[in-house]
């Protein structure tokens, strides 16, 4: 049934997206940061213009549920299509929304307290929530086993030790999303436990590539076995896999091992690229057609309104002299309007 209600969706969409403009098309793989509130009209135009796909509302300006309300009513009235209203809420120290919204803690805390059915019990009410305050993307659950004991970074936002342990409880916060319509980010693949240096600020190295095969990899695989229908790729550079790019950037593991080895069919985001571990060797511009071009479907940059424009605007040059390119933009239009 539902291979026969993508097909009907893939026949219905298609000739809306061939007529779609460069920027357009790429602005339907952007996921923007908010970080002012209200939000300022010259961003509502910017976001209808672009047809931005969605965007990640930032702790700085909306530790209030109340305030993200009412920036999402805003951001609906201003433009005519279907938007991601994504948010950073594991529980814990990554919990953006901090009033009038359930205090969830972090996962180690979930995991050695509560049993399976009552994590399960709490992540409905978080997920009940988000969705009432009309957030529809959480950027949770973390499948990162903690197995380095200098990974602060991680730290208590893993569910623990082991890869049975994880899936076990970010199995809870997948299944209660879903129930309750949200849709379920897993995070990050490959794996981000076995490393200690922050992404945020530089690039992490994983070099141990049977620790990454036997061990980091379960708690995806498992994940994707039952249906997870998001993933968020790492910025991490794995030698063994691909010595150049990064997790986000490379094809070798976003396309070879995700979709095809893992045959993940659902969506596929980058983590932040404009993050240390990116920003300090690419240029905006280039690590956004560098991570479209492994086969991320929506990338996340959090940047400033003049460097949004002239990247799409840098980007959108390109497509033109790179049909390949361009249709492989076309295609993703499927998976991502198939999640709104």
């Given at each position: 049934m539902r291979f026969f209600v993508f097909i009907i969706t893939l026949m219905l969409l298609s000739p809306c997206f061939a007529t779609l403009s460069n920027q357009k098309l790429i602005g339907s793989h952007l996921i923007i940061g908010i970080n002012h509130y209200p939000v300022h009209p010259t961003w509502l135009k910017f976001i209808k213009e672009n047809t931005i796909s969605g965007v990640i509302f930032l702790s700085d300006a909306y530790k209030n549920a109340k305030d993200v309300k009412e920036a999402i009513d805003t951001i609906k009235k201003n433009t005519n299509h279907p938007m991601y209203f994504c948010i950073d809420q594991e529980g814990g120290r990554?919990?953006?929304?901090?009033e009038n919204m359930i205090e969830v803690p972090?996962?180690?805390h979930v995991a050695t307290t509560l049993t399976p059915s009552e994590a399960f019990d709490l992540y409905q009410k978080q997920a009940n929530n988000l969705v009432n305050i009309g957030i529809n993307v959480n950027f949770s659950p973390v499948l990162d086993i903690l197995n380095h004991e200098?990974?602060?970074v991680i730290g208590s936002r893993s569910f623990g030790v082991s890869a049975d342990t994880v899936f076990l409880y970010a199995k809870q916060v997948i299944n209660a999303s879903l129930m309750n319509g949200v849709l379920p980010v897993a995070k990050h693949f490959p794996g981000h436990g076995y490393t200690y240096v922050d992404s945020h600020?530089?690039?992490?190295?994983?070099?141990?590539?049977?620790?990454?095969?036997?061990?980091?990899?379960i708690p995806f695989k498992k994940s994707i076995a039952i249906g997870v229908p998001a993933i968020m790729?790492?910025?991490?550079?794995?030698?063994?896999?691909?010595?150049?790019?990064?997790?986000?950037?490379?094809?070798?593991?976003?396309t070879d091992?995700?979709?095809?080895?893992?045959?993940?069919?659902?969506?596929?985001?980058?983590?932040d690229l404009a993050m240390g571990a990116i920003k300090k060797k690419y240029r905006i511009d280039k690590a956004l057609r560098q991570t479209l071009k492994a086969g991320v479907h929506q990338a996340i940059i959090i940047e400033t309104l003049p460097i949004l424009k002239n990247?799409?605007?840098s980007v959108s040059k390109t497509l033109d002299s790179d049909t390949p390119f361009k249709d492989s933009l076309k295609e993703n239009m499927i998976t991502i309007q198939a999640y709104k």
């Amino acid at each position: 049934m539902r291979f026969f209600v993508f097909i009907i969706t893939l026949m219905l969409l298609s000739p809306c997206f061939a007529t779609l403009s460069n920027q357009k098309l790429i602005g339907s793989h952007l996921i923007i940061g908010i970080n002012h509130y209200p939000v300022h009209p010259t961003w509502l135009k910017f976001i209808k213009e672009n047809t931005i796909s969605g965007v990640i509302f930032l702790s700085d300006a909306y530790k209030n549920a109340k305030d993200v309300k009412e920036a999402i009513d805003t951001i609906k009235k201003n433009t005519n299509h279907p938007m991601y209203f994504c948010i950073d809420q594991e529980g814990g120290r990554v919990s953006r929304i901090k009033e009038n919204m359930i205090e969830v803690p972090p996962a180690s805390h979930v995991a050695t307290t509560l049993t399976p059915s009552e994590a399960f019990d709490l992540y409905q009410k978080q997920a009940n929530n988000l969705v009432n305050i009309g957030i529809n993307v959480n950027f949770s659950p973390v499948l990162d086993i903690l197995n380095h004991e200098d990974n602060n970074v991680i730290g208590s936002r893993s569910f623990g030790v082991s890869a049975d342990t994880v899936f076990l409880y970010a199995k809870q916060v997948i299944n209660a999303s879903l129930m309750n319509g949200v849709l379920p980010v897993a995070k990050h693949f490959p794996g981000h436990g076995y490393t200690y240096v922050d992404s945020h600020f530089e690039m992490p190295v994983h070099n141990n590539l049977f620790q990454l095969l036997n061990n980091d990899l379960i708690p995806f695989k498992k994940s994707i076995a039952i249906g997870v229908p998001a993933i968020m790729v790492a910025h991490i550079l794995y030698p063994d896999l691909d010595n150049t790019h990064p997790a986000s950037l490379s094809k070798t593991i976003v396309t070879d091992l995700l979709k095809k080895n893992l045959t993940f069919k659902g969506l596929v985001f980058s983590d932040d690229l404009a993050m240390g571990a990116i920003k300090k060797k690419y240029r905006i511009d280039k690590a956004l057609r560098q991570t479209l071009k492994a086969g991320v479907h929506q990338a996340i940059i959090i940047e400033t309104l003049p460097i949004l424009k002239n990247m799409i605007q840098s980007v959108s040059k390109t497509l033109d002299s790179d049909t390949p390119f361009k249709d492989s933009l076309k295609e993703n239009m499927i998976t991502i309007q198939a999640y709104k």
